[in-house]
């Protein structure tokens, strides 16, 4: 559990937050038949219907700067101290993917620009390291980037639930949206649920156990942040929990049912998670960026919240490390948002076919320092920025 200390009464939070995923998306009906299987498997047993599908020129370095940049002005650009970007999808095993950003997003040079990988959880130990920040320094901005591809490979169980894109925030003092407690439940245990090895490009599940490692580690923080008073299910509008898939999601909640907690607060959240996995079922795992691609989506599809109202947070990440935290929703939080572009990007995707989307999964940049000029997939302009090619050993974004 989290210390208190003095600066804890100081409001901070997230100030703005967007999300970008790539053009090309496959629909699971289409990958249901290809691989010989019911697609009520995939749709209801799996809970997904769509996955985004990036091609080479959207790494998670272009898509975590296309993510950021329509929502930063020029004076945040001067003010952001701290640049994380979250991810387990690294291009680089020493230059960190935030260097890149930096530079795409035009940011000042005044700044700690790192990568923070641990599996989905990157991310939240990137916004429990922003609040701290912005607490210690006034007048300073975080930029908290979650980017990533999920890839289990062709053909295998793991494939249902791969996806792409990537989520920004802007942590600050006095948020617009969501104010951060300062009290927070985590937990690490090393465990080998998933991994990816140095040598793959493709990451390895133990499928049934993970999905038990991340309910198990759900039910200890949800039993201690009870028996501490910060999980009353009374003072919750909404719990949102790490989504690989909805399915998943929908097991961890479920936890609570069974006379655990109250019939009325439990159908609550219940329909409330709904609205949190709306955007998830279309795009799939983006890993570290999931559980806040469910806080967009929960914001931008729920009507009945409001200013005021509490929402838990359930972070989970293979390996595993997991954080149970809480905020509240600020006063006009609906202004920061912008569900009309965001849903104008999910249906503008194109529809690839069985054989495009294979060809885009197998597709790979040189390893040999040779040129390499990708040409670009994706016109749209929510995506200014995009991996153009290869030059000796170097990746060249533009
Ligand atoms: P599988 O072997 O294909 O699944 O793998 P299954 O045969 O058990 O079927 C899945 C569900 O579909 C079952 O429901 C079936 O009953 C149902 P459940 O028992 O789970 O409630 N089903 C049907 N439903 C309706 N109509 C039908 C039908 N047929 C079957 N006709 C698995 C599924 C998720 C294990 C696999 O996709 C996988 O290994 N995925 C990757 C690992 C993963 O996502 N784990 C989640 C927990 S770990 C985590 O969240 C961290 C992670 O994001 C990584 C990170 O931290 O970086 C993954």
Not at 84 to 110: C, H, M, P, W, Y
Not at 218 to 243: C, M, R, T, V, Y
């Amino acid at each position: 559990m989290k210390e208190t200390n003095a600066t804890d009464n100081i409001k901070v939070g997230i100030d703005k937050i967007n999300f970008y995923t790539p053009n090309h998306y496959l629909d699971l009906v289409d990958l249901a038949e290809a691989r010989g299987v019911d697609p009520n498997k995939f749709l209801i047993g799996i809970g997904q219907s769509k996955m985004s599908v990036a091609a080479l020129d959207q790494d998670i370095v272009a898509m975590a700067a296309n993510a950021a940049e329509p929502m930063l002005t020029d004076n945040e650009r001067q003010e952001i101290g701290l640049l994380v970007v979250a991810t387990e999808s690294g291009i680089d095993q020493s230059k960190a993917a935030a260097l890149f950003v930096q530079d795409l997003l035009r940011l000042s040079a005044n700044l700690r620009a790192i990568e923070i990988k641990e599996a989905c959880y990157g991310a939240t130990a990137g916004i429990q390291l922003a609040c701290d920040y912005v607490r210690s320094h006034p007048g300073r901005k975080a930029l908290v980037i979650a980017s990533d591809i999920a890839r289990y490979g062709l053909a295998t169980p793991g494939e249902v639930t791969q996806g792409a894109g990537s989520v920004a925030m802007l942590v600050t003092r006095n948020p617009e949206i969501l104010a951060i407690e300062p009290e927070s439940f985590y937990e690490s245990r090393s465990t080998g649920d998933f991994w990816r090895p140095n040598y793959s490009t493709v990451a390895f599940a133990r499928g049934k156990f993970s999905e038990e490692v991340y309910v198990g580690m759900f039910e200890e923080l949800w039993d201690k942040a009870q028996e501490l008073g910060s999980a009353n299910p009374e003072s919750l509008q909404a719990l949102l929990l790490h989504i690989p898939f909805s399915k998943m999601g929908r097991k961890g909640l479920r936890t609570l049912g069974n006379g655990k907690i109250d019939e009325a607060d439990y159908m609550r959240l219940t329909e409330r998670f709904e609205q949190s996995i709306v955007y998830g079922k279309e795009v799939g795992n983006i890993y570290t960026g999931s559980i806040y691609l469910a806080l967009l989506s929960l914001l931008e599809n729920d009507e009945s919240l409001k200013p005021g109202d509490r929402i838990g947070l359930y972070s989970y990440g293979s390996g595993s490390v997991a954080e149970l935290y809480f905020g509240t929703l600020q006063p006009g939080y609906t202004q920061r948002l912008d569900a009309q572009t965001h849903r104008a990007m999910l249906d503008g995707r194109e529809r690839l076919s069985m054989s495009e989307y294979e060809a885009m999964f197998s597709a790979e940049l040189v390893r040999d320092g040779s040129e390499q000029d990708l040409g670009r997939s994706d016109h749209a302009a929510n995506a200014p920025h995009y991996l153009a090619g290869m030059k000796a050993h170097e990746r060249q974004y533009r």
